[in-house]
């Protein structure tokens, strides 16, 4: 069998199983023994990056979850009431229900009973400091239960062939449940003819950069490109800056000799996001592609993506936790490229607007672009405004920060907070209603929250092979207790208890309207 065979059979079998679950009819992968959840630290350290090893089967307990006595958030109100998962699935939602005799009792009283976190944009491969095993771990530690990256396809594969392999990959390396996005360029006949074997992959998305320099000379091409990802129900994922803009700015830098990271924000002018942003729209408006935008930054840009002028567009849009708790001034202090990020940090006054959209509902999601870096590799002083390693690993923090900076301070309510930390993208990478909400017939996948926990927030906490985060030393309010996936307790006590290899392509519907 050659290297490609292995791989089709190999993804053809983690098909099947995420196939098998998505039906509901996969078998129980673990659990952990019962005990109540604990407010406050214990004796266990929080987890190295590494799952701990799996249980030898007879110690594994009964395949019943019963969450008892905390309030359940969902994106449509909160209530009082206890969650019964069987297996896989969610069987029972109410007050007062009777644990079976040998379901495993967590008591959430005093807790927030959440559906599991869905972030559809980081990356966990290439040149990044995490894979599949440290990402989805610092994710399920985070509450996050569902991550959406990228299968790059290495130099002789199709978009195709590289999404096969990275199937397979996850039922190897995974501890949370994993989704991929396309990515190729240039757009060309045979992309658009692959739309279709994308959505029969369960895989329906993929991404366009629109800051590459020949952007425009492939434009006609792309448009075929899109019609065929809207026929074919695939949404398109685009990174809104310009690319011609961006090399004229970095052209002039380097004419000025201005090209130290000093002026990294300079290279990347706001006026590029918005430029290739009204492009994007106008993309859309033409085409009637579903598009999701990026990591978007500012309030110019946000105004051009929700342009009334156009009307009610298949446009959804993330911002990032950059742009709402960082602004630029901090790239101009001595530990500037910790917070480079492409676009970069914006004003205060985009900050606002940031937090407004999510307020609003101009922005639908929160969304990490977890790109984990090391600090050394940060702040390798050979980098420059040409040679960059843009992004932070915040898979981690991303929930609870939101939670005590936007829950806590009367920014965003709790609902609210579900919405745009998993309901919305659930809905718009077709995962709803079997993720990001609970309700009778969904996963298991569920973050209780300590609400009251103090915590303050430090790189070591991280099971991610980043070694810093931009929260270092934060106090929070509100502090994940348990995170189960799909029934299985993956996190509690301050540790990563699944196992890699459980989790399971998450299969998507394609996009509807």
């Known amino acids: 069998m050659n290297r490609r065979d292995a791989i089709r059979t190999a993804a053809a079998a983690a098909a099947a199983v995420a196939a098998s679950i998505a039906t509901g009819a996969a078998p129980v992968l673990a659990a952990t023994d019962p005990q109540p959840l604990r407010r406050g630290g214990s004796s266990a350290q929080p987890s190295s990056g590494q799952p701990v090893p799996a249980r030898p089967a007879a110690a594994q307990p009964a395949t019943e979850i019963l969450v008892r006595g905390g309030r359940v958030v969902n994106a449509d109100g909160g209530v009082f009431a206890d969650v019964r998962i069987v297996g896989e699935r969610i069987t029972e939602v109410g007050p007062g229900l009777t644990a079976g005799p040998d379901a495993r009792v967590v008591d959430a009283a005093g807790h927030l009973v959440m559906p599991g976190g869905i972030d559809p944009h980081a990356h966990l491969q290439g040149s990044f400091a995490d894979d599949l095993t440290t990402g989805t771990s610092a994710a399920v530690a985070g509450?996050?239960?569902?991550?959406?990256?990228?299968?790059?396809?290495?130099?002789?594969?199709?978009?195709?062939?590289?999404?096969?392999?990275?199937?397979?990959?996850?039922?190897?390396?995974?501890?949370?449940?994993?989704?991929?996005?396309?990515?190729?360029?240039?757009?060309?006949?045979?992309?658009?003819?692959?739309?279709?074997?994308?959505?029969?992959?369960?895989?329906?998305?993929?991404?366009?950069?629109?800051?590459?320099?020949?952007?425009?000379?492939?434009?006609?091409?792309?448009?075929?490109?899109?019609?065929?990802?809207?026929?074919?129900?695939?949404?398109?994922?685009?990174?809104?800056?310009?690319?011609?803009?961006?090399?004229?700015?970095?052209?002039?830098?380097?004419?000025?000799?201005?090209?130290?990271?000093?002026?990294?924000?300079?290279?990347?002018?706001?006026?590029?996001?918005?430029?290739?942003?009204?492009?994007?729209?106008?993309?859309?408006?033409?085409?009637?592609?579903?598009?999701?935008?990026?990591?978007?930054?500012?309030?110019?840009?946000?105004?051009?993506?929700?342009?009334?002028?156009?009307?009610?567009?298949?446009?959804?849009?993330?911002?990032?936790?950059?742009?709402?708790?960082?602004?630029?001034?901090?790239?101009?202090?001595?530990?500037?490229?910790?917070?480079?990020?492409?676009?970069?940090?914006?004003?205060?006054?985009?900050?606002?607007?940031?937090?407004?959209?999510?307020?609003?509902?101009?922005?639908?999601?929160?969304?990490?672009?977890?790109?984990?870096?090391t600090r050394a590799q940060k702040m390798d002083p050979e980098l420059n405004v040409g040679r960059l390693r843009p992004g932070v690993s915040d898979l981690r923090f991303v929930r609870p920060v939101l939670f005590s900076e936007g829950v806590r301070r009367g920014r965003i309510s709790a609902e609210r907070y579900v919405e745009v930390t998993s309901t919305a993208a659930a809905k718009a990478f077709g995962l709803y209603p079997d993720r990001g909400v609970i309700r009778e017939g969904s996963f298991g996948d569920v973050m209780i929250l300590d609400p009251d926990l103090a915590h303050v927030v430090d790189a070591t906490d991280d099971p991610s092979n980043s070694d810093y985060t931009p929260f270092q030393g934060w106090a929070l309010t509100g502090w994940p207790a348990m995170t189960i996936r799909r029934g299985e307790v993956v996190y509690e006590e301050g540790r990563v208890v699944g196992r890699a290899g459980s989790g399971r392509p998450a299969v998507r519907s394609p996009w509807g309207g």
């Open 143 to 373: 509450g996050i239960t569902t991550v959406g990256t990228f299968a790059y396809a290495e130099d002789d594969e199709s978009p195709v062939e590289a999404m096969d392999r990275w199937l397979a990959e996850v039922p190897r390396m995974a501890v949370g449940d994993v989704f991929f996005h396309a990515s190729s360029w240039p757009p060309t006949p045979e992309l658009a003819a692959m739309m279709p074997s994308l959505a029969a992959r369960g895989q329906p998305s993929h991404k366009i950069f629109m800051t590459r320099g020949d952007f425009g000379t492939h434009r006609r091409a792309l448009i075929d490109v899109l019609d065929a990802a809207r026929d074919a129900g695939v949404v398109t994922l685009m990174h809104c800056e310009d690319g011609a803009i961006l090399n004229a700015a970095l052209t002039r830098l380097r004419d000025e000799g201005r090209t130290s990271l000093a002026y990294y924000a300079e290279s990347r002018p706001e006026v590029a996001e918005i430029a290739a942003t009204q492009d994007a729209v106008a993309l859309c408006a033409h085409t009637g592609a579903p598009m999701h935008f990026v990591h978007l930054s500012s309030a110019r840009t946000l105004d051009a993506a929700r342009d009334p002028a156009f009307g009610a567009l298949p446009i959804t849009i993330e911002t990032r936790p950059l742009y709402l708790y960082f602004t630029e001034e901090w790239l101009r202090g001595p530990d500037g490229p910790l917070y480079i990020g492409q676009p970069p940090l914006r004003s205060a006054a985009d900050v606002e607007a940031m937090w407004q959209g999510l307020r609003d509902g101009r922005v639908d999601m929160l969304a990490t672009d977890h790109a984990p870096w």
